[in-house]
């Protein structure tokens, strides 16, 4: 099984509202991303989890705040976003230094 | 920062023809390099990969070319058909921080 499932699907949320981003798997992966995508663009490395710890941040604002429960769980706390922090957010979670294995995104409207 | 980038953004290509979807790498301690495809609305699917001791490494379909003098990625897609109809990202990796090329728009003409 190589799913990596991201929840949910679409989010529309106004500037003032909080809410959180879920990432699941359960592949035994030791390491899992945060990755930003907008359109026509490369997705873009946001965070990095390493046996549950945060091993890096790209200088993401604190608007953003990853948080990762255990080893199959990963979430993206959402608070007080821009409209220009609209975007596909990706999930993906690897063994290591090795192939990376990405979620379908959660597509997010900031109004 | 050191990045990845593709010589073409986009490509059109006849059905059952062969495909051919380039990258350039600027850094040359990544050891690590992964094709994947991202069909509109998805995230991205891993294609194949390559480490930096081969040359070539063949899958079902598709091959993938590594030229370390020159830093330089290939995809080649055999007989493609409308389903490769994407955008192809390379990204390559040093270590954990994998980077992003720009990308090619696959479009497959019937």
């Known amino acids: 099984d190589t799913e990596v499932t991201q929840t949910p699907k679409h989010l529309v949320m106004g500037m003032t509202n909080k809410k959180s981003l879920k990432c699941e798997q359960h592949?035994?992966?030791?390491?899992m991303y945060w990755y930003k995508q907008k359109a026509k663009k490369p997705p873009e490395l946001m965070f990095v989890?390493?046996?549950?710890?945060?091993?890096i941040n790209e200088s993401v604002p604190s608007r953003f705040s990853p948080e990762c429960p255990n080893s199959s769980l990963l979430n993206l706390h959402l608070h007080a976003l821009q409209p220009e922090d609209s975007a596909l957010y990706l999930c993906?979670?690897?063994?290591?230094?090795?192939?990376?294995?990405f979620g379908p995104g959660t597509r997010l409207t900031v109004l | 920062g050191e990045s990845v980038g593709l010589h073409l953004p986009t490509l059109s290509v006849q059905e059952g023809d062969n495909s051919i979807i380039n990258c350039a790498y600027s850094?040359?301690?990544?050891?690590?390099f992964i094709w994947y495809k991202q069909e509109s609305g998805k995230g991205p699917q891993f294609i194949i990969d390559?480490?930096?001791?081969?040359d070539k490494r063949q899958g079902q379909r598709v091959t993938v070319l590594l030229n370390k003098t020159v830093k330089h990625l290939s995809l080649q897609i055999a007989a493609t058909q409308p389903g490769d109809s994407a955008v192809y990202f390379c990204?390559?990796?040093?270590?954990?921080?994998?980077?992003f090329g720009p990308g090619t728009r696959l479009s497959v003409l019937p």
């Open positions: 993906a979670s690897s063994q290591g230094a090795d192939t990376q294995y």
């Open positions: 592949m035994g992966h030791r390491a």
């Open positions: 989890y390493s046996y549950e710890k945060l091993s």
């Open positions: 850094n040359s301690a990544s050891d690590y």
């Open positions: 390559i480490r930096s001791n081969m």
């Open positions: 990204a390559e990796t040093p270590d954990q921080n994998f980077v």
